[in-house]
């Protein structure tokens, strides 16, 4: 039996659990690989809700407890939330939600995609909604989405401490928000966690950010932590993909940026082989590696990549690992991972 057919066994049944990991210092903790939802209704061409709920309740019996959805990610509808409510309804009080606020679904898409809004009213009404499209009465984690320039921070974290103050939150998130605005938010409440992009594609956090949130002892949320599928080993390029796919776009997939990231794939690919791993669990036992604040959310529509990424917990990378790792993507893969238009600024 090679150790990935090992790995794989060992995350198969209901009473095989994943260690849990603490995120930040106010008391949340989940389990060391969470699964994010949005790619089950957005940005990775059409849905399918029965599978959607299908992988949601097998996360669960492989021991995922953090789940991750957006008020973004149904465009407005609630879709998300609500595949996920449903989802989750007969484990609820076993799992931890979370979801976010900071769009104006109202207002049409520009070329920088929705407007922002985190003015603490609007963030009241989306709390509201979320908790009605989620069929529950509290939101685990509720992240800022993204910065809102026009609204202080600190009107925003006083917001949501109101709303953990009155038992419809427990906890505060930001998403893609620099040490300054890190710093002001945790000076009005307590930021348990941080979300933002991180894998061996996407390096950038580690500079500034991942000290910060260390030194005020709030947890890390990795998203994209397959490089949106590149660390998959089934990729082809942006042309191929159709236009409702975000990869048909990103910068990483376009001619001269792919061809450098599948060369680095082919040798992450040897790597990992030699360890009698996929790819896939090497890139997220290496994030695992970067600190026990780390809980990445892989997302995916299918029950078997999904017991993949569990396996990942299992498998421990020597130095020598992770220095190969370096080696290969010194500082991460080539292109922006957005356009200038809508990247997030630190």
């Known amino acids: 039996m090679t150790q990935q057919d090992a790995q794989q066994d060992k995350y198969q049944g209901k009473d095989n659990k994943l260690p849990t990991r603490a995120l930040g210092a106010q008391g949340l903790t989940a389990g060391a690989i969470g699964l994010g939802t949005m790619g089950m209704t957005m940005a990775y061409g059409a849905g399918d809700e029965p599978g959607g709920i299908a992988t949601i309740r097998r996360a669960y019996e492989l021991g995922v407890t953090l789940f991750d959805t957006a008020e973004l990610y149904g465009m407005g509808t609630g ?6 409510g449903r989802a989750v309804r007969d ?53 800022q989405h993204r910065v809102d320039p026009d609204v202080p921070i600190e009107d925003v974290a006083g917001t949501v401490g109101e709303l953990i103050a009155e038992g419809k939150v427990r906890y505060l998130g930001l998403s893609e928000a620099g040490p300054d605005i890190i710093r002001r ?45 590149f660390l998959t080993s089934a990729v082809k390029p942006a042309a191929e993909y159709p236009a409702d796919d975000m990869r048909s776009w990103d910068d990483r997939w376009q001619p001269g940026n792919y061809e450098q990231n599948l060369a680095a794939i ?3 690919t040897a790597l ?26 892989p997302g995916t529509r299918s029950p078997d990549r999904l017991a993949e990424n569990v396996a990942a917990a299992a498998v421990t990378l020597t130095p020598q690992d992770l220095a190969r790792v370096q080696e290969i993507l010194p500082k991460g893969a080539a292109g922006s991972r957005y356009p200038e238009a809508i990247m997030p600024s630190w």
């Open 266 to 268: 082919r040798e992450l």
């Open 272 to 297: 990992a082989a030699a360890k009698d791993i996929s790819v896939t669990q090497l890139a997220l036992a290496w994030l695992l590696a970067q600190g026990d604040d780390i809980v990445p959310i």
């Open 79 to 84: 879709s998300n939330e609500q595949l996920l």
């Open 185 to 229: 938010a945790h000076a009005v409440h307590p930021v348990s966690v941080l979300q933002t992009e991180y894998s061996v594609f996407e390096r950038a956090v580690e500079a500034h950010v991942l000290p910060v949130v260390r030194e005020l002892g709030i947890g890390f949320v990795p998203y994209s932590p397959l490089g949106r599928g």
């Open 91 to 143: 484990f609820r009080d076993d799992v931890v939600i979370a979801t976010k606020f900071g769009f104006d679904m109202s207002a049409p898409q520009n070329a920088e995609g929705y407007a922002l809004n985190s003015r603490p009213e609007h963030i009241r009404e989306v709390t509201e909604n979320s908790l009605r499209h989620l069929g529950t009465d509290r939101i685990d984690v509720l992240y």
